[in-house]
């Protein structure tokens, strides 16, 4: 049985830290293509980082480029989201998921095996 715990959420002030983790168990997370999302209220799920197998790939949306990693460790099941420069407009659900067929990497419906989403909320 496939299960992907997204952690790490929480309260920040803008201009801060925090470090996303996703531990993703029961697929083949080695061989899989990873991204992060994230959803705001009354908004769509956007596409804001991706990450091939091999770790040496990475593609991220505009809106976080320059402020946000992504990375994975392949023995220990688990991606990663490292955000700095947090802003206000990064208040989000963020999900970690396996892509499961082709297409843009910035589109959800590419995706499967969905976490519940772990808070992020950032105060100015």
């Known amino acids: 049985q496939v299960q992907v715990v997204e952690s790490g959420g929480g309260l920040v002030q803008a201009g801060g830290s925090l470090r996303l983790s996703c531990l993703a168990s029961?697929?083949?997370?080695?061989?899989?293509?990873m991204a992060w999302f994230r959803q705001a209220p009354v908004k769509e799920r956007e596409g804001i980082a991706y990450?091939?197998?091999?770790?040496?790939?990475?593609y991220y949306g505009d809106s976080v480029k320059g402020r946000f990693t992504i990375s994975r460790d392949n023995p220990k099941n688990t991606l990663y989201l490292q955000m700095n420069r947090l802003k206000p407009e990064d208040t989000a659900m963020y999900y970690c998921?396996?892509?499961?067929?082709?297409?843009?990497?910035?589109?959800?419906?590419?995706?499967?095996?969905w976490g519940q989403g772990t808070q992020v909320t950032v105060s100015s």
């Open positions: 998921a396996a892509q499961w067929r082709g297409g843009a990497w910035y589109d959800s419906r590419n995706f499967g095996y």
């Open positions: 990450i091939l197998p091999n770790s040496r790939t990475t």
């Open positions: 029961g697929l083949d997370f080695g061989d899989r293509n």
